[in-house]
């Protein structure tokens, strides 16, 4: 069974920045796409940033172009999201998940982990 456990989020001031740290567990990571997804409070949870099984290809929301940046580490099974520049629209819970190409917005794993609190405050 796959586990997801991302860490790395806080409060930080607008414009400042946080890097997210998703570790995974349980199954051959470098045979996946991964995706960072994010849920404020009353929204449903939307795509962020998608990125390649070889770290290669990158795909990201309009909403954080420009200002996220993806990556892997296939030997540690992480992936990372650094993100720069960042707005009061940007909080949310962050949650990492498989994707099943890194442009699809649709995670691949029915299980989340427990997401990581991103508060940006204005």
């Known amino acids: 069974q796959v586990q997801l456990v991302e860490s790395g989020g806080g409060l930080v001031q607008a414009g400042g920045s946080l890097r997210l740290t998703c570790a995974v567990s349980g199954r051959t990571f470098s045979r996946y796409d991964m995706g960072w997804f994010r849920q404020a409070p009353g929204k449903e949870r939307e795509f962020v940033a998608g990125?390649?099984?070889?770290?290669?290809?990158?795909y990201y929301a309009d909403s954080v172009k420009g200002r996220f940046t993806i990556s892997r580490d296939n030997t540690k099974n992480t992936v990372y999201l650094q993100m720069n520049s960042l707005k009061p629209e940007d909080t949310a819970v962050y949650y990492c998940?498989?994707?099943?190409?890194?442009?699809?917005?649709?995670?691949?794993?029915?299980?989340w982990g427990q997401g990581t609190q991103v508060t940006v405050s204005s």
């Open positions: 998940n498989a994707v099943k190409v890194v442009t699809s917005t649709t995670p691949l794993f029915a299980s």
């Open positions: 990125i390649n099984w070889s770290g290669g290809t990158t």
